[in-house]
């Protein structure tokens, strides 16, 4: 018999380890195993406890640590608690889901090799091995698979690429430095089905013809970073890495703009994360000038399944040019906030209503963040805009990484675009003066406009200035800054037509010292 | 990490040599002497240059790029709490503010005991429970609610 306590970081930082110790201690005498897998997904249950039954795994959540002891005595019998959710896959969170990447995540032990074999693992790379490198990148291709950190480009074509370029040694590199506000996927995928990534990395470099593989992971994911040494020494022992393709992971130093996939490359090589001019593109000239397939932590973990269970059960799922499912990430003022995977195509309304159930606070939301801090604020009149990429796009937005951030009416717009300067000022690598200084002075424009002196003219500055940052800069960052400045013009000009209401929301001090 | 002492080329030596054989190994390098040191020193600059064959411009450009990096000693534990926008949304203005008052440091300073430096950090991937902060690389969330009394414990508090 098993016991389940989430070890997921979101977890561990309500007091999960401490759940487990007390459930642990009080429980060995009865040789109970207590498992510490990732998050189911279903945040405001977190610390969230599990006990197998004959009937399926009984949920009881969130339960901290004076919890504990009236959850003894009823746990093994999954009796009756005031925290008792029953099973998760007829919970109302869960039962719209649907879930190809995240299957395992929250049900195994992500330190368990043959847990992961039990549940499935190893069935795509085992696929994978008995196709030429050209057909696996065609069943990529037909799944209509695209990088999930934000771009959406079609991870077939990338291979494919990268596979025909010539080079001696060639490179899959995993980009995990997720950055963007509101979305945990990656590190939830990293932390509870680690696995599955490395499996994602092997077929990728079957179909590529890659020796080495890396995985840039950033350094605010502590846990991460243990689980995945964990399983890479693992892979190593178990033979799913070798010397003909190793993984080595690297990680970052607190730089945003390394998830931009060409300066996460100079980051590697040891160099400042400066981003690099396209082309050429990473996959003719990337890692140490070789042919590099970049990819995010999601499109490489969507990969397996493509492999075996057949790309068009991927491509059935979706909308329009979108296809699949998509690990969707509910965050900021909402009551469910959690990963919520389902096929392309639900409303951003659905999403924030239904799914997240409205506010936390209880107030009414009044803006949405999609997409991370270069992601629109969308008003409740855009919340009929289906989760596409290019659905988004036409309403002037992107779905970006996938996280989904609420705000309530106490939310001042004006202030939201500030901090959206001012982060790009702070996180600016500084190679494009449109980003390096007119984030600077895109800040100083908002004061003017907030403080009231010639409000008119300074907007057409504004304006103006975000014309030539989306025109004038090489990466996402100065390009699509002008997305939450600009979207909160249009959506709320009311905010930019008073004083700021408390002391300056967006203010970023000590980063900017440096 | 959080504790500083004088750099020392023989430890600095040993600690380079795990990282060896790496392509590139500029980042783990300075991972591996702030971890131990508590912070890259200007004879540490100097002393990766010359087993890296880099300038010691070089190095500093890179010292200097990363917010991780430090170019003084931090306090003997660090509290990076978030500011980013889902955190904002959960209401870290105001617990920054509550942390400000109750560790008497304000955001991107050091206590002058050296005790502990208070950080903003930009997103630790905890958006669904924030607002959020590490200390010492320990997650703590729901810092509006019963986190706020864990966090401090946390820290001593």
């Known amino acids: ?514 | 990490m959080g504790h500083s002492s004088d750099f020392d080329p023989a430890e600095a030596a040993r600690l380079a040599l795990e990282h060896s054989h790496q392509e590139g190994a500029l980042l783990p390098i300075l991972h591996a002497l702030q971890g131990r040191f508590g912070w890259i020193a200007p004879e540490a600059v100097a002393w990766v240059a010359e087993r890296l064959n880099l300038s010691r411009a070089e190095v500093h450009g890179v010292v200097s790029f990363y917010h991780d990096f430090r170019d003084h000693p931090a306090g003997r534990q660090v509290i990076k709490v978030c500011q980013a926008e889902a955190c904002q949304a959960r209401g870290a203005r105001h617990v920054t503010a509550q942390l400000e008052e109750r560790l008497g440091v304000k955001l991107g300073q050091t206590a002058p005991d050296r005790s502990l430096t208070l950080e903003p950090v930009y997103c630790l991937g905890l958006c669904g429970n924030g607002p959020a902060a590490l200390v010492d690389g320990r997650p703590y969330a729901d810092l509006s609610g019963r986190g706020l009394a864990r966090c401090l414990k946390g820290v001593g508090r």
Not at chain 1, 31 to 55: K, M, N
Not at chain 1, 239 to 261: H, K, N, P, T, W
Not at chain 1, 406 to 430: I, Y
């Open chain 1, 1 to 514: 018999m098993k016991v389940y306590v989430s070890g997921d970081a979101a977890a561990v930082a309500l007091g999960a380890d401490e759940v487990a110790a007390q459930i642990t201690a009080a429980l060995r005498p009865r040789s109970i195993t207590v498992v510490r897998p990732g998050s189911r997904g279903y945040l405001p249950a977190e610390p969230l406890v599990e006990v197998e039954t004959p009937t399926g795994r009984v949920a009881y959540g969130p339960i901290f640590e004076e919890d504990v002891p009236s959850l003894l005595p009823v746990l093994l019998e999954a009796g009756p608690h005031p925290r008792r959710l029953g099973r998760l896959e007829e919970h109302p969170f869960f039962v719209g889901q649907r879930r190809l990447t995240f299957a395992r995540v929250g049900i195994i032990d992500p330190r368990s090799w043959s847990d992961y074999r039990d549940h499935g693992g190893l069935e795509g790379l085992t696929r994978a091995r008995a196709l030429a490198p050209s057909e696996i990148i065609a069943r990529i291709n037909n799944s209509g698979l695209r990088g999930r950190g934000g771009a959406g480009f079609p991870a077939g074509l990338k291979w494919k690429t990268a596979a025909e370029a010539p080079g001696a040694r060639k490179f899959i590199v995993c980009n995990a430095d997720e950055g963007d506000s509101g979305t945990f996927a990656d590190r939830m995928l990293m932390e509870g089905d680690p696995f599955l990534l490395i499996e994602g990395m092997v077929i990728a470099a079957l179909a590529v013809g890659a020796t080495r593989g890396y995985i840039y992971l950033r350094s605010e994911y502590p846990l991460a970073i243990a689980t995945i040494t964990t399983a890479l020494a693992t892979a190593r022992s178990e033979g799913l890495l070798s010397a003909s393709f190793d993984i080595e992971l690297r990680i970052g130093a607190g730089a945003y703009v390394c998830g931009e996939e060409t300066a996460l490359l100079e980051s590697i090589e040891g160099k400042r994360g400066v981003v690099r001019a396209k082309p050429p593109l990473p996959a003719h000239q990337g890692l140490f000038g070789c042919p590099t397939v970049v990819n995010n932590v999601l499109t490489l973990a969507a990969v397996p399944h493509i492999l075996a269970s057949g790309p068009e059960v991927y491509a059935g799922f979706g909308m329009g040019r979108s296809r699949g499912t998509m690990p969707i990430q509910l965050a900021g003022n909402l009551r469910h906030t959690g990963l919520y995977e389902v096929p392309f195509g639900l409303t951003l309304g659905q999403l924030v209503d239904e799914v997240g159930g409205g506010s936390l606070s209880g107030r009414p939301i009044r803006a949405v963040q999609v997409g991370g801090p270069l992601g629109a604020y969308f008003p409740r009149a855009l919340f009929d805009t289906p989760f596409d990429y290019e659905a988004f796009t036409a309403k002037k937005g992107l779905i970006g990484h996938g996280g989904v951030v609420a705000f309530d009416d106490t939310v001042d717009l004006a202030a939201q675009a500030r901090f959206a300067m001012e982060f790009c000022a702070v996180e600016s690598c500084g190679k494009c003066t449109p980003c390096r200084i007119g984030s600077t002075r895109g800040v100083e424009v908002i004061d003017r406009i907030r403080g009231d002196q010639d409000r008119a003219a300074n907007l057409v500055v504004l304006k103006d200035l975000c014309e030539t940052l989306r025109f004038g800069s090489l990466c996402a960052l100065g390009g699509f800054v002008p997305y939450p400045v600009e979207s909160a013009l249009q959506h709320f000009p009311e905010d930019f037509q008073r004083a700021p209401q408390a002391a300056g929301p967006g203010h970023l001090p000590g980063r900017s010292q440096r």
